[in-house]
């Protein structure tokens, strides 16, 4: 069975630094992997993707403090976050596809999501 796990979340106070891991075959198997995030009441939305070696991008309200990255060897995908915001609370997930893409669609396999909680 297809099967992405998150972990990594937790709370923290603003400033602070998380370091989210997502592990299973399709997290290095897809070329495409992304880490969206979904706050109550709000759509989900893309954080950061990346496609093989080729592309990796941000979304603006994260560039410059979050960085994405996968262990092959591991299984692993990453998103290594800093400087945490109040508004980065969220449920985080990630996602495996066959595209270098900020669209859910686009994605396949989805993780259950792991809660990071930003305190001010």
């Known amino acids: 069975q297809v099967r992405l796990v998150e972990s990594g979340g937790g709370s923290v106070q603003a400033g602070g630094s998380l370091r989210l891991s997502c592990i299973g075959f399709q997290a290095t198997s897809s070329p495409g992997m992304g880490w969206f995030r979904q706050a109550p009441g709000k759509e989900r939305e893309a954080v950061a993707a990346?496609?093989?070696?080729?592309?990796?991008g941000y979304a603006d309200s994260v560039k410059g403090r979050f960085t994405i990255s996968r262990d092959t060897d591991k299984n692993t995908l990453y998103l290594q976050m800093n400087s945490l915001k109040p508004e980065d609370s969220a449920m985080y997930y990630c996602a495996s596809g066959p595209l270098y893409s900020f669209k859910e669609r686009d994605y396949n396999y989805w993780g259950q999501g792991t809660q990071v909680t930003v305190s001010s």
């Open positions: 990346l496609y093989g070696d080729t592309y990796i």
